[in-house]
DNA sequence: GTCTATAGCTCGATAGAC
DNA sequence: GTCTATCGAGCTATAGAC
C-alpha cells in the first residue's frame, strides 16, 4: 500500500488527507475549493491530481477507511439481539469503533441532511443508521420502548460524532462527559 | 405588508419561498442554483431579483420570521428557572414556535454545523441554541445534571427540528411519535 | 512529483428591452 | 413584473513542460 518511510514524517497522501480535513470542517466539503487545500499544503491544485483523481477521490480516501470498518461490523452482528446486555456490548463496541478514527469522524460531523454527499457516500451512511436503529430494537417491544431505542441510538451516535459545537461544561474533560452520557442511555435503555 | 390577495392565490413572493424550501431540502442551500428555482417556478432567473436582492435575502425570508419570534420568546424569559415547572413550560413553547413555522425549521433542518449559512443567521443561530440549553439548568444542579439537560435539550430540538430522515415505526403517526418522546423527555428531566 | 496555463463549465448578479 | 443577453468570478479538471 504505502512506500517505506522515514521516521516522523507521513505520506503526501496523508498530508494531503489532514489538511483536507481541517478545512472541510471550516467551510464544508462544498465550500472547500481544491485551490485552497493546495495552498495550505505549500503546493499547487494541480499536484493534487496526481495523488487523488478527483475531489471526490480526497473524501473517498478520508471515510472509506472507516466505512468499510462498520460495514464489517454490521455483518459481523446477529439479525436481532435479543438480550439486552449483548445489544449494550455492540453498541460500545460501535462507539469505540467510531472513536478510533476522529478524522473521519469529523467529516461526517460537517452533515446534517448531508446532501452534499457523493451517493454512493450518502447510500452507505444512510443504511448503517437504519440498520444500528434495527439493532437497538430488541423482540416484543412496546411503542414507546421502539421510539426511545431510536432517541437513544440517535443520542449515542451523536456523542461519538460532534466534537466541534458542543456545549461544554466549566472544566469538564471529554471523557467525564462522555463517561455519563453513556452512563445515562445505559440506564435509560435499561429502564 | 402584502397587498390584498384574491382567494386561493398566493404572494409570488411566497411561492418563491415555498419553492425555494422545496428545492433547499433536496440539494442544500449552495447546490441550489437560481435557475433551478426559477425553472421550478416557470419563469426566469433574473425575475427573482425583481423580489429578493439577492439568493441570501431568499434565505432570510424563509428564517426571518421564526429567528424573529425566537428572539422575541428568549428576551422575555427570565435570567434563569428555579423551578423545574416553569422550565417545562418554556419547553414547551418553545417547542410550539418551532412547530408553528414548518418552512423554516425544514430549511434549519438541512444545516449540520451549517457552515454554508450567512454568518449574520448562523450566529444568530448558536445564540438560541446555547441560550436555550442554559434555560434548560436549574441552580445548584450536579455534573451528571447538567450534561442531562444538554442532552435533552438536544433531543427536543431535533424533534422539532427533523422530519425527513427519521425512522418511521410501522404505523405510528408523527403526533403519537411526540407524544412519547416529550414525555420520555419530561420524565428524564424529573428523575 | 510538482509546476504553469488554460479549457470548460456553472453560478450569481446586472443591464436594458418590453 | 418578466424577459433575453451577458459579464465576471470561481470552480474542477486536464495538458504538457520540467
Same mark, same amino acid.
Given at each position: 500500500m504505502?512506500t517505506?518511510? !522515514? $521516521?516522523?514524517s507521513?505520506?503526501t497522501?496523508?498530508k494531503i488527507l489532514?489538511?483536507?480535513? &481541517?478545512?472541510?470542517?471550516e467551510?464544508?466539503?462544498?465550500?472547500t *475549493?481544491?485551490?485552497l487545500?493546495a +495552498?495550505k499544503? !505549500?503546493?499547487?491544485?494541480?499536484a493534487?491530481?496526481?495523488?487523488?483523481k478527483?475531489?471526490?477521490d480526497?473524501?473517498n480516501?478520508?471515510?472509506n *477507511?472507516l466505512?468499510?470498518r462498520?460495514?464489517a461490523?454490521l455483518?459481523e452482528?446477529?439479525?436481532r439481539? $435479543?438480550?439486552?446486555?449483548s445489544?449494550?456490548?455492540?453498541?460500545?463496541t460501535?462507539?469505540d469503533l467510531?472513536? +478510533?478514527?476522529?478524522?473521519a469522524v469529523s467529516v461526517l460531523?460537517?452533515?446534517?441532511?448531508q446532501?452534499w454527499?457523493?451517493e454512493s457516500i450518502?447510500n452507505r #451512511? &444512510?443504511?448503517?443508521r437504519?440498520?444500528t436503529i &434495527?439493532? $437497538?430494537?430488541?423482540p416484543?417491544?412496546?411503542d414507546? &420502548?421502539?421510539?426511545?431505542? #431510536?432517541?437513544?441510538?440517535?443520542m449515542m451516535?451523536?456523542e $461519538?460524532v460532534f466534537?466541534k459545537?458542543r456545549?461544554?461544561?466549566?472544566?469538564?474533560?471529554p471523557e467525564?462527559r462522555?463517561e455519563?452520557?453513556?452512563?445515562? #442511555?445505559?440506564?435509560s435503555?435499561e429502564?
Open positions: 504505502s517505506k518511510r !522515514g $521516521t516522523g507521513l505520506d497522501r496523508e489532514n489538511v483536507s480535513v &481541517e478545512l472541510f470542517m467551510n464544508g466539503y462544498p465550500g *475549493p481544491l485551490s487545500i +495552498s499544503l !505549500g503546493f499547487s491544485k494541480a493534487l491530481y496526481y495523488h487523488f478527483n475531489k471526490d480526497i473524501l480516501g478520508i471515510l *477507511p466505512l468499510d462498520i460495514d461490523l455483518e452482528a446477529p439479525q439481539f $435479543t438480550d439486552a446486555e445489544r449494550w456490548k455492540f453498541l460500545v460501535y462507539s467510531m472513536l +478510533s478514527d476522529p478524522r460531523a460537517i452533515g446534517g441532511s446532501v454527499l457523493p450518502y #451512511i &444512510e443504511r448503517h437504519v440498520r &434495527e439493532l $437497538t430494537m430488541l416484543g417491544m412496546s414507546e &420502548e421502539k421510539v426511545r431505542s #431510536i432517541l437513544l441510538m440517535d451516535h451523536r $461519538t466534537d459545537r456545549f461544554v461544561i466549566d472544566g469538564m474533560t467525564r462522555r455519563i452520557v453513556y452512563s445515562f #442511555i445505559k440506564k435503555f429502564d
